[in-house]
């Protein structure tokens, strides 16, 4: 099991920028793949961007592409969420997760461990 540990939310304004840290430990973080998804209030978790374990692919939801960037840094075992241009509909707590599995995947039920959540919410 990975244990996952989110930071970096907070308040900010229509267009403002947050960046969001995941920092993992117990398991080698370069055999993991890295994925972001928010919740927002009365809506289902959904995907929002992922990172392959060499940090080579990156994949993002039509939401947010354009606007957030996913990175990682292996020697730091934390992978980080830039959100640019943010927007009130971006309002949602943020989860980092780990998969174990080989390939770059969107789907939740993939992903074997969850952090606690980071709350971000932009006013309009």
């Known amino acids: 099991q990975v244990q996952l540990v989110e930071s970096g939310g907070g308040l900010v304004q229509n267009g403002g920028s947050l960046r969001l840290s995941c920092i993992a430990s117990?398991?080698?973080?370069?055999?993991?793949?890295m994925g972001w998804f928010r919740q927002a209030p009365g809506k289902e978790r959904e995907f929002v961007a992922v990172?392959?374990?060499?940090?080579?692919?990156?994949s993002y939801s039509d939401s947010v592409k354009g606007r957030f960037t996913i990175s990682r840094d292996n020697a730091r075992n934390t992978v980080y969420l830039q959100m640019n241009s943010l927007k009130p509909e971006d309002t949602a707590l943020y989860y980092c997760?780990?998969?174990?599995?080989?390939?770059?995947?969107?789907?939740?039920?993939?992903?074997?461990?969850w952090g606690q959540g980071t709350q971000v919410t932009v006013s309009s």
């Open positions: 997760a780990a998969d174990v599995g080989l390939f770059v995947r969107t789907t939740e039920s993939y992903y074997d461990s």
């Open positions: 117990g398991r080698t973080f370069s055999s993991i793949t």
């Open positions: 990172i392959s374990r060499s940090g080579q692919t990156t």
